[in-house]
């Protein structure tokens, strides 16, 4: 009897625990009649007496809120730093694909929505306000800007990877206040050219933007980044507006 007991009382003890470091949560709520849905990283190094930052993660074109979670692997990151990641999901485009409006493609308000996860978020945990930040991938590196032009002021800083914006985007651009942005791009991206197209700003163009909108220096200080791996063909710089 008592080595039953004792059974019981320890499986009520692991259950106990599993459910504290369990630090991911899965949500959503209906916007615009729609059903949207989110992943929450929240970082065991989080005080939750202390406003934490917020970093909204975005996927790209075709992908999701989860395989975006382990392709970039902010985790161990934000255990570290002590920060909170949200991981939201798009919504399917007309060829029922998932996306974020940023082609013109849909009439979906995904700025509305992400202003609407933080003020939920915000309902849940303790959110630093003055720190939250977007990130994204491809398709998620724009939807990144386009949350820099329309809620910047709401969003502290921003940084797209192979993500720029569409030329009629930038064209009508009026960004609330100076913003931080970081453009990570490959000169040879045959998807998004680095050069532009018909549809997207060259990456320059881009920086240029920016850089009359933040006041920085016209002319980068730049450095040229260790080449971990010499047999892949590839180098890498960073151009630092200041």
């Known amino acids: ?23 991911t949560i899965v949500g959503s ?34 992908s999701n809120n989860f395989e975006q979670e382990l392709y970039t692997n902010f985790k161990p990151i ?3 730093a002590g920060f909170i990641i949200v991981h939201p999901n798009g919504t399917p485009d007309f060829s029922n694909t998932l996306h974020w409006n940023t ?23 303790n959110i630093n306000q003055s720190r939250v930040y977007a990130t994204g991938m491809s398709n998620g590196g724009f939807m990144s800007f386009q949350l820099a032009c329309q809620l910047g002021n709401r969003i502290a800083a921003i940084a797209s990877v192979t993500g720029t914006m569409t030329v009629t985007n930038l064209g009508t651009c009026q960004p609330a206040r ?25 990456v320059q163009n881009l920086l240029n933007f920016w850089v009359g909108v933040n006041g920085t220096s ?15 063909g590839c180098t890498a710089e960073r151009h630092t507006y200041m």
């Open 1 to 23: 009897m008592q080595n039953r007991i004792f059974a019981l009382i320890f499986f009520m003890l692991l259950t106990a625990l599993s459910v504290r470091t369990q630090n």
């Open 78 to 80: 934000a255990d570290t």
């Open 178 to 202: 100076p913003l931080p942005v970081m453009q990570i791009h490959g000169t040879a991206d045959a998807t998004v050219p680095y050069l532009g197209n018909f549809f997207f700003a060259p």
């Open 103 to 125: 082609f013109g493609t849909s009439n979906v308000d995904d700025v509305g929505f992400l202003s609407a996860l933080i003020d939920t978020l915000s309902t849940q945990l």
């Open 29 to 62: 709520f209906m916007h615009g009649g729609l059903h949207r849905t989110y992943r929450v990283y929240v970082s065991p190094a989080i005080n939750p007496a202390v406003p934490a930052p917020l970093i909204i993660n975005l996927h790209g074109y075709g």
């Open 218 to 232: 016209a002319t980068p200080e730049i450095y040229q980044l260790p080449d971990i791996n010499p047999n892949d």
